[in-house]
């Protein structure tokens, strides 16, 4: 069987205190399941309010926790896509998976939270045809060529990042599904 360990922090000023101690004590409990041997640690974005709200930026807390770990694979739960620039993405979790030694799995998904959308000036309506199209530059871009991409919200010619993940071909993805056949 294979454990992983899902984290969605919620963050109440009450009882946990203040939120850099908060914080580092997250840090601490995540890199604590490789000793209690999990397999894997996937940490959940989520944004502007204190229920899971609490890794707003997943490549940074997932770069922490591969300075702390040695052999738990460190995931992306899930990533949501319209929301960010792909190739912000591509090149942040390539950091994150050359840091931990080929250790990142790519969680990705839309997105449900309509304030979220709001909030990042991004049409809900569009969260689904961006989450395909950024997740084909994110490929595009791991291949590791030269690449173009003319498409409806990203457009890019000859163009090449760094770093590059060291997984071949790419970090293993899993994509988040709701009930819809879309």
């Known amino acids: 069987m294979y454990f992983s360990h899902f984290c969605l922090p919620t963050y109440l000023p009450d009882r946990d205190g203040e939120p850099a101690a908060y914080m580092q004590r997250l840090v601490d ?5 490789e000793e209690l041997g999990f397999d894997a640690l996937w940490a959940n974005e989520h944004h502007f309010h204190r229920f899971g709200g609490m890794i707003p930026s997943v490549p940074i807390m997932l770069s922490a926790l591969a300075q702390r770990t040695k052999r738990v694979r460190l995931g992306t739960s899930v990533l949501v896509l319209p929301l960010h620039h792909p ?3 591509a090149e942040e979790l390539a950091m994150v998976d050359l840091l931990s030694g080929g250790r990142l799995e790519l969680g990705v998904g839309r997105g449900f939270v ?6 990042m000036g991004v049409p809900l309506l569009e969260g689904q ?3 395909l199209e950024a997740l084909e530059v994110i490929l595009k871009a791991w291949a590791g060529d030269k690449f173009s991409h003319q498409g409806k919200h ?3 010619r000859d163009l090449e990042i760094w770093p590059r993940p060291c997984q071949r071909p790419h970090p293993p993805i899993a994509f988040a599904c709701t009930a819809s056949l879309e």
């Open 29 to 33: 409990f995540f890199a604590s399941s």
């Open 87 to 89: 190739l912000s993405v």
């Open 114 to 119: 309509l304030y979220d959308y709001e909030v």
């Open 129 to 131: 045809e961006r989450t």
């Open 154 to 156: 990203f457009q890019f």
